[in-house]
C-alpha cells in the first residue's frame, strides 16, 4: 500500500473510530443498564456476521495477487454469495432469541453490511485497488457510523434503531453496485473455487471463530452468572479497551504483507523492527488514556466508580502489539493446524477462569475485568511458545 493510500486509510480508521467512541459515550451515557446489557448481546449477533464469509475471505489476500481476474473474480462472489446467506440464517436465528427484534434487525444489518464491505475492502487492496479500497471503506463503515453518531446524540436511541437499518441496506445496495453481477455471475464457477481454497479458508475460519470467541464468551457467562445491569457495567468498562484495540490493528494491516512474503521466502522468524513498529504507538496510546480516561468517563457518563476498571484493562492492550506479527508468521510457516490448536487451548483455559469466576468469585465484575486484561498475554506466550518450538524442531 502506497504512502498516500496509507495515510487517507489511516485517516478514515481514526475517523471511523472517534464517531464510535462518541457513539459508545452516547450508549453509556443515555441508556440505562439493562438496555446496555441488550445492546452488548446485539453486538455479539452484529460481530458473529463478520465471519458469515466461512473463511474464504481470507483467501482473497493469498490468492487474488497471483491469480487472472476471472479467478479472482470467481473467489470474490463465492465470498460475497455465502456472507449473504449464513448472514440471513444468523438473523432469523437471533430473532427466535430475542425480545428486541428491532434492536437486532438493526445491529445484524450494520453487522451485514460491514462484513461485505469488508470483502470488498479486502479484494480491492489484494488487486492494489487503493482507490476504490478507499471509497469501500468510506462509504462503509465510516459514513454510516458518523450518520448514526448524530442520530443518536440529537434524538435518542429510538430513531438511532429507526435510521439504522434502511441506511445500511442503501450502503449494501450502493456496495454491490461497485461489481458487475452480470458478468461476474455468467462464469462463476463455484465449485472449482471451493476446491482451490477450502483447505486453508477452513483452518483460518475456525481459528477466527475461536477468537472471536473469545471476545464474546466472557459477556454471554457474565450475563449467565449475573444480570443485564452487570453486563451493561461490563460493556462500560470495556469502553478504552476497545478504543486502543484499533492502533495495533490497523499498523498491523500495513506490515503484515511483507511479514508473510519475507517469511515464506526466507523461513525468518523474528521481526524486531515490525514489532517496536506497532508496539512503540501502542504503549504510548496506553500511556496517555490512562489520564484521560478520568475525564471523558466523568465528564461524559454517569460511571466515574468504574473508571479504575476502565484504566486497568487498557493495560490488556500491549499484547496484541505483537500478537498480529506472530500470527502471520505462524500462517506463513504453514502452521495453520498449530494457530487452531493454540487459539483452542487459550480459549479453553479463558472459559474456565471465567467459569471458575462465576462460580466462586465474590467481585464478578473485577474478576471478569482482570481475566480479560490478561487473555491477550496468555495468547501471546502460546504463539511464541509454538514458534520456539518449531525453531527448535527445524534442521
Known amino acids: 500500500m502506497r504512502y498516500r493510500a496509507a495515510s487517507a486509510y489511516s485517516v478514515l480508521a481514526y475517523v471511523n473510530q472517534a464517531a464510535s467512541v462518541l457513539l459508545n459515550l452516547a450508549f453509556i451515557r ?99 485497488d487503493n482507490g476504490r479500497m478507499l471509497f469501500v471503506y468510506a462509504l462503509c463503515p465510516t459514513l454510516p457510523t458518523l450518520v448514526q453518531t448524530g442520530v443518536m446524540l440529537a434524538w435518542g436511541f429510538h430513531w438511532f434503531l429507526v435510521v439504522t437499518i434502511p441506511m445500511y441496506s442503501v450502503a449494501t445496495l450502493l456496495l454491490f453496485r461497485r461489481v458487475d453481477v452480470r458478468t461476474a455471475l455468467k462464469g462463476l464457477d463455484i465449485t472449482a473455487t471451493v476446491r482451490s481454497v477450502r483447505a486453508s479458508a477452513g483452518t483460518l475460519l475456525a481459528n477466527a471463530i475461536i477468537i472471536f470467541l473469545s471476545f464474546s464468551v466472557d459477556r454471554v457467562i457474565l450475563n449467565h452468572f449475573s444480570t443485564k445491569e452487570v453486563v451493561g457495567e461490563y460493556s462500560v468498562v470495556l469502553f478504552g479497551f476497545s478504543l486502543l484495540l484499533i492502533i495495533p490493528s490497523t499498523l498491523a494491516e500495513f506490515i503484515f504483507p511483507r511479514i508473510v512474503t519475507e517469511t515464506a521466502q526466507t523461513g525468518k522468524m523474528f521481526f524486531p523492527k515490525e514489532m517496536l513498529t506497532l508496539l512503540a504507538p501502542t504503549v504510548l496510546a496506553v500511556l496517555a488514556a490512562l489520564p484521560l480516561i478520568p475525564l471523558a468517563i466523568d465528564h461524559f457518563t454517569s460511571y466515574s466508580r468504574l473508571t479504575p476498571l476502565i484504566q486497568f484493562v487498557t493495560l490488556g492492550i500491549v499484547p496484541y502489539a505483537a500478537t498480529p506479527i506472530l500470527f502471520h508468521v505462524m500462517s506463513a510457516l504453514d502452521m495453520r493446524r498449530e494457530l487452531v490448536i493454540a487459539a483452542c487451548l487459550v480459549l479453553a483455559v479463558y472459559v474456565a477462569v471465567l467459569v471458575w469466576g462465576g462460580l466462586y468469585a465474590d467481585h464478578l465484575l473485577e474478576f471478569f475485568t482482570a481475566a480479560r486484561a490478561g487473555y491477550g498475554y496468555l495468547l501471546l506466550a502460546v504463539y511464541a511458545l509454538f514458534i520456539m518450538s518449531r525453531k527448535a524442531v527445524r534442521p
Not at 479472482?72 to 428486541?100: K, Y
Not at 427484534?101 to 451485514?112: D, E, M, Q, T
Open 30 to 128: 443515555l441508556l440505562p443498564l439493562n438496555v446496555l446489557g441488550e445492546v452488548a448481546i446485539a453486538k455479539v449477533w452484529m460481530q458473529l456476521t463478520d465471519y458469515s464469509h466461512l473463511g474464504f475471505r481470507f483467501a482473497l489476500d493469498r490468492y487474488v495477487p497471483v491469480w487472472d481476474k476471472t479467478r479472482s473474480e470467481n473467489l470474490l462472489w463465492l465470498c460475497l454469495l455465502v456472507s449473504s446467506g449464513v448472514s440471513a440464517i444468523l438473523l432469523c436465528v437471533a430473532l427466535v432469541f430475542t425480545a428486541s427484534p428491532l434492536l437486532i434487525c438493526a445491529f445484524v444489518a450494520s453487522g451485514y453490511c460491514i462484513a461485505i464491505a469488508t470483502i470488498l475492502k479486502n479484494y480491492h487492496r489484494a488487486g492494489a
